[in-house]
């Protein structure tokens, strides 16, 4: 029997007679679902560093860590919640990623493995709704830089009842476009405006200190939280920041795939904590700055450049407008595009994909989520941390503690393989999955215990973690070390 998949520096592709076994199965395969060739796999550590940094350097982040002025911290306390949760988060980043280097699969794939070819549909799809949700956060955010430069240009622009909205509509119409060309366009976009983005938040720190006379007054304004009450606040915080990358915690293998080693997609993304502090710090900053100068803290960045003169409003809109597609087209399309192909692999394409998930963006009601920052970190943040804390452990223990990192390339590709399980559905990875939800919504209904809910990603990820680990220990689809070698060249 020839070896249906090949080995080679720690990563692994089909070989031509892997490929002919599964090529034809329209169901599970298409063009973008299907794994790496090896020449695919040509992103170096520059390439993941000028993705996270474009990420990190986006308004929300500005937002998260600004608005943490706003509950009562200082700035150190806010710098170090952000840099806490950003490190915290890392670890499951980077232990996924692992699974797209090595066998160059995308997420819905990657998740046909723990919860079986027909049942990965269910963890995709949550993810495909989180990322609406945060494509439609970072529209938002960008219909409001485009009406604010329109208003400054052209003031009988804000006499249109509706204008904010249209600007809306265009900036949506704007993202759908640019992330309907695919994910090679994303990596290109994300190395342009990553320096753009750095030079911005500079220039916005130097404003914040010049405005209020020196650095030290700008970091100055003592914090309303202290003893318990900060520990308090910091505890939900740092989930609220974990679960700000959770998404990507599980979907980071549609990225990692094309990596053309371990050592450089893990080298490029250990800039991620570095990045999220050192913006946080601009953002505290220059929001403590807003509370000298304007009398309150101004957390959301685009109230902040409307009292700017005209040159800065179009600039700076600008900039806003270039990191809101940038993290859309970057952290927000990826997964929801290819859970949407998973679907119907043979139909819907990732441009389609990329449709949907604006459609669904808009249902998702950003407008109402950015009406307050308590609704933006603990509402937001919170609940689908929570959501998404136990898919995080179930694809840790499936990669890691189950399989030791061997697959079957094909299976995940040929109907009626190991990975099948019962009618295309891992019952285990269901129940594991439900177990993970229990404690937090347990911390939901009972107050005394809310701390489990206020932590719902940690205790999520936990309890599916150990759960499915424990309920996988003796099954069939594990693959041997003898088994593993008989496909493996």
Known sequence: MPATQVLQDGIVTLTPEGVAAVAGNAELWNEDLRPCTREEHNWGSNRFASLWIGMCLCIPTYSLASGMISLGMNWWQSVLTVFTGSLIVLIPILLVAHAGTRYGIPY?????????LRGAHLPALARAVIAAGWFGINSWFGGQALDAILGRLAPVWLGIGIHLWVAFGVFWILNVGIAMRGPQAI?????LAAPTLGIAAVALFVWGASAVHGVGNMLAAPGTLVGGAFWMAFFPSVIGVVSFWATLALNIPDYSRYAESQRGQLRGQLVMPIVMAAFAFVGIAVTSATVVVDGKALWNPVDLLLTFPTPVVLIGGIVVILSSITINVGANVMAPARAFENLWPRVITFGIGAILTGLLSLVMQPWYVLSAFSTY???WLGSYGTLLGPFDG?????????????L???GLYQSGSRYAYSGGLNGRAVA???AGWVLPLIGLVYPPLGFFWSGGWFFGLVVALGTYALFMRNDRSKLSE???AAITE
Request: charged residues 20%; proline residues 3%; without cysteine.
């Open 187 to 191: 990596g290109r976009l994300a190395a």
């Open 394 to 406: 179930i694809a840790i223990a499936d990669y890691w503690l189950v399989r030791a990192l061997h």
């Open 377 to 379: 970190i603990f509402t």
């Open 482 to 484: 003898d088994e593993f």
């Open 432 to 434: 594991a999955l439900l």
């Open 408 to 410: 079957d390339l094909v």
């Open 108 to 116: 819905p794939v990657f998740a046909r493995l723990w919860f079986g």
